[in-house]
């Protein structure tokens, strides 16, 4: 009798690696931050193999600003925005940091697809994200919810917050910042002046100027030369009838001043075109020192 030919049996697959779980949301932070205020400690990942924290960027000026989403449509103008400025914002001394929930896969997808040039952190513990009061509520097309709030703090070398910003519009925020960030920026002192050139200055302010005080030679100085008395002068003295016989030219009147060009009235101001209606209701809030 032939033998049965008994099944292959089949391996069972690989069962793929889940992603690790996502921390439950969290309800919203009770944290108000002013300026003044000392920078709540954080420690996060970044998606070029680094971390940074607070520790690690002692003594140096940073922008800490949080957005919602990688790839969404307001977050990524934000983020290319504070790319374009980024060597502005370097030559000031502030280092540019992007936080979000998203993890250092979606970073790194993000910044590829848009070439960005920022560092952009993983609070996916939201960590960050509570400490700084950015996560708490906000409304989402006239609903109240709870997420990340879009805003962003500069802080100082020494670990305070010297500007705080609650962002309703993504578009230009970064150029806002780093024109306030300039405008904080003292003046730098005029150079003091060489000493050298300070003495010949002062000695020439002080030499004498020598004055001319030599008399004039007489023979330079011509005398008046006497003038013979006219005939016809000698005449008309002697006959003044002859003189009042003609009447004296009568002045013409002068041309009448016309009247001066009324001023024409000012145009009047166009009206502004009106900002299209930011992300949110209320207009961006700004603090700084």
Known sequence: MAKKKTAAKK???????????KPAKPA??????????????????????????????????FVLYFYPRDNTSGCTTEAQEFTQLASEFEALGATILGVSTDSLESHAKFREKHALGVV????????????????????????PVVGMIRSTFVVGPDGTIESKYV?????GHAAAVLADLRASEPEPDEPEPDESEAIEASASESAPVEADTAAP???DVEAPAESDPDESDSEDAASPAAVEDEPADEDEPADEDEPADEDEPADEDEPANADE???????????SV
Do not use: H, M
């Not at 962002?167 to 578009?171: E, G």
């Open 11 to 21: 391996k069972p697959a690989a069962k793929k690696k889940a992603a690790p779980a």
């Open 167 to 171: 962002v309703r519009r993504a578009a």
């Open 217 to 219: 030679d007489a023979t």
């Open 120 to 143: 952009l952190l993983s609070d996916a513990d939201y960590e960050a994200s509570l400490a700084y009061g950015a996560w708490g509520e906000k409304s989402l097309y006239g609903k």
């Open 277 to 287: 209606p930011a992300d949110a209701d209320e207009p961006t809030t700004a603090e």
């Open 28 to 61: 919203a932070s009770d944290v108000t931050l002013a300026v003044g205020d000392k920078a709540p400690a954080f420690d996060l990942p970044a998606d070029d193999g680094q971390r940074y924290s607070t520790s690690s960027l002692a003594g140096q000026r």
